[in-house]
């Protein structure tokens, strides 16, 4: 797969306690089928983080990547911006 059609995410990191591993939770917004509210709704990503250089209250994006492990198929690219 080209590196242009992967599917990036943006989202926050929730967890940083493993080794070169981070848990992203990404939100987006979901109509309701009967109501047309819009609902949020959280979806967690496990992503690899090669240096450890992310926090925990970090905005990260994401990118798809092939199997790193059972969980794990998305990676760092970027942090962009720093917990406060």
Excluded: Q
Excluded at 9 to 18: C, D, T
Excluded at 51 to 71: A, F
């Amino acid at each position: 797969m080209e590196r242009n059609l992967r599917k990036t995410r943006i989202g926050l990191v929730v967890s940083n306690k493993m080794e070169k591993s981070i848990v992203v939770a990404v939100e987006r917004k979901v109509k309701h089928p009967i109501y047309g509210k819009f609902v949020k709704t959280t979806t967690k990503f496990m992503a690899h983080d090669e240096k450890n250089d992310c926090g925990i209250g970090d905005t990260v994006l994401i990118m798809e990547t092939r199997p790193l492990s059972k969980n794990k198929n998305w990676r760092l690219v970027e942090i962009l911006e720093r917990a406060k």
